[in-house]
């Protein structure tokens, strides 16, 4: 069991008309302390401040696509973060157009940020490294929507192997030697004997990870991409009965998100921007769940934890 958080927080789950009950696409996805902000529809700083979520601790902000709902709330929590005091740089990953849009906002509104933005662009020629450090690995890879579109695979480094003390004092191991039983090599005790790693030390806890499938025809070229992922997010825009409408503005409905699932043999799939077209989202996890089971709802407030 990992005792670390990996957590994702649901902040928006409608698609491209807001309604009173869904917001417009974004999600906050907590990793060891590193905060990733993905998407950022309008009035995300709003369910930021309605959750309580740590919004100045956001150092990395990752855009799918230039559709409005996916990135109309950006300049907005640009300059909220600004008011509050920010110093810190801002990360901000998405498409090569983004930047000049953002830039044209912030000017024409005379919005002077006393932090620096720090733009990387993404690319849809397979899995692309945006992002890593010691604990975490974040990449994009190609989406087939109406426009350019990615998605986003965020994945925990593999831990250190476990270190049992008992054994150590059995073996008579210094702690010197903990560092690299750590990285699973063997180590040397006081007498000079070489004790194999397996006596000192037990496996660490499986790393895990999240992908996310914004907006998208149902693909299976994706499958590759999120194989074996903890947890998915796969746009489910209509139900089956729209199907050929779902086609026809390159979106998926809920049991093709579902298919999609199964097939990339993930462990938990949670479905999402839906269309103000369906006041209920119960047939959503209806026709979802015929396919596959461990399904739910991207319901705004909701916490999912891995």
């Not at 998405?94 to 993404?122: D, F, M, Q």
Request: net charge positive; glycine share 6%.
């Amino acid at each position: 069991m990992n005792g670390q958080t990996f957590e994702l927080l649901i902040l928006g789950s409608g698609a491209a008309s807001p309604t009173a009950k869904r917001n417009p696409s974004a999600q906050l996805l907590n990793i060891v302390e590193r905060y990733f902000l993905i998407d950022c529809g309008e009035a995300t700083q709003m369910q930021l401040r309605r959750y309580k979520a740590k919004m100045q601790k956001i150092n990395h902000i990752f855009i799918t696509h230039m559709h409005g709902d996916h990135f109309y709330g950006l300049p907005g929590l640009l300059s909220t973060m600004q008011l509050l005091g920010r110093k810190n740089p801002l990360h901000i990953f998405g498409p090569k157009e983004l930047r000049p849009v953002i830039e044209v906002i912030l000017e024409a509104s005379e919005s002077r940020l006393n932090y620096e933005l720090v733009w990387h662009y993404t690319h849809d020629n397979g899995l692309n490294l945006l992002f890593e450090d010691d604990k975490v690995k974040v990449s994009s890879f190609p989406l087939r929507h109406r426009i350019y579109c990615t998605g986003f695979l965020f994945q925990e480094k593999p831990l250190p192997r476990k270190i049992n003390m008992d054994k150590l004092k059995k073996f008579k191991v210094s702690a010197a030697e903990i560092p690299k039983l750590k990285k699973g090599l063997d180590a040397h005790n006081d007498l000079g004997q070489i004790v194999k790693n397996n006596k000192l030390t037990t496996d660490p806890a499986t790393p895990r990870s999240y992908a996310y499938c914004s907006d998208t025809i149902s693909d299976r070229g994706v499958v590759p991409y999120i194989e074996n992922v903890n947890l998915l997010y796969h746009e489910a825009t209509f139900l089956s009965d729209n199907t050929k409408r779902a086609k026809q503005t390159f979106h998926s409905t809920a049991k093709q998100a579902a298919s999609i699932a199964k097939r990339a043999n993930v462990q938990k799939l949670i479905i999402g921007h839906f269309s103000s077209r369906y006041d209920s989202t119960v047939r959503f996890l209806s026709e979802a769940r015929s396919s596959f089971r461990n399904t739910e709802i991207a319901e705004e407030g909701l916490t999912f934890k891995i």
